[in-house]
């Protein structure tokens, strides 16, 4: 089992930045990623990492503006939002798993953290 808690979340003018953290705890060799939803839409990948901190990958949304990054040491993974957009926008879970699917249909979720990006 995985217990994910994410924070860092807010409010934020586009063209801002904001980093999220997510602390895992119980067992945590794993990928992890980062998803979003926003309202009236389908919860869509954003970043995922292994876990030894290589292999990121991004959505293409993303991609130049975001970055993951993991210290496990603190068994804690962040992403690190620049240039935000309205787009943005959205509630933001932190996501493990086994690497094969980490970026499709990870097994274990945090309860999200609002980002809202305003123009």
């Known amino acids: 089992q995985v217990q994910l808690v994410e924070s860092g979340g807010g409010l934020v003018q586009a063209g801002g930045s904001l980093r999220l953290s997510c602390a895992a705890s119980?067992?945590?060799?794993?990928?992890m990623g980062w998803f979003r939803q926003a309202p009236g839409k389908e919860r869509e990948f954003v970043a995922a990492?292994?876990?030894?901190?290589?292999?990121?990958r991004y959505a293409d949304s993303v991609k130049g503006r975001f970055t993951i990054s993991r210290d496990n040491a603190k068994n804690t993974v962040y992403l690190q939002m620049n240039s935000l957009k309205p787009e943005d926008t959205a509630i933001y879970y932190c996501?493990?798993?086994?690497?094969?699917?980490?970026?499709?249909?990870?097994?274990?979720w945090g309860q999200g953290t609002q980002v809202t990006v305003s123009s």
């Open positions: 996501a493990a798993g086994p690497l094969l699917v980490i970026s499709t249909t990870p097994p274990y």
């Open positions: 119980g067992r945590t060799f794993y990928a």
């Open positions: 990492i292994n876990w030894s901190g290589g292999g990121p």
